[in-house]
């Protein structure tokens, strides 16, 4: 199965997931021109999610130390990094009508994230079903992302 909607890879910059490859341009279903170069918050947008809860420790204390002006609520925080590394994804439901929605999987390097790979849809379509018909294929994407990865570092 290829997934229509739009994919995007986002690296941690700082304090921000920063998209450097999308699909966007080429998505038939883009709900944008595209979105490189876009900051993507590590507290509330799917890939950042994602990109926290499967950092390693020290690096997720560092992060979070970092962002507790943006995220008075850190208590909340950690219970939702902890259902996020439990579930293996990360899901942003849109606020208002028409906005998007993104599903979220960890690309790992020895365990711990090294990035996060997203898929945009239009909000109101993000639902369970769509969650389950597409992450299977999102985490094989993920791994074969860091596959490459790790065989173009030449690391193990």
């Known amino acids: 199965e290829v997934i229509k909607w739009p994919l995007a890879i986002g ?7 920063v998209v450097g490859y999308s699909t966007m341009p ?3 279903l883009a709900v944008h ?15 950042g999610l994602a990109y926290l809860a499967h950092c390693s420790a020290v690096e997720r204390e560092q992060l979070l130390a970092m962002l507790r002006p ?4 850190a208590l909340p925080l950690r219970a939702r990094l902890a259902q996020v590394a439990e579930d293996g994804h990360a899901v942003r439901r849109p606020g208002s009508a028409g906005e998007s929605a993104t599903l979220a999987v ?14 945009t849809t239009f909000g109101r379509t993000m639902s369970a ?8 294929v999102l985490l094989a994407t993920a791994e074969e992302i860091a596959a490459a990865y790790t065989e173009g570092s030449g690391t193990r």
């Open 106 to 119: 960890p690309i790992r390097h020895r365990g711990e994230a090294i990035a996060a790979l997203g898929m």
């Open 70 to 73: 943006e995220t008075d609520a």
């Open 11 to 17: 690296v941690r910059d700082g304090d921000a997931l």
């Open 33 to 47: 021109a595209t979105t490189i170069g876009h900051r993507l918050s590590l507290a509330t947008s799917a890939m």
């Open 129 to 136: 079903r769509l969650v389950q018909q597409h992450l299977p």
């Open 26 to 28: 080429y998505s038939p």
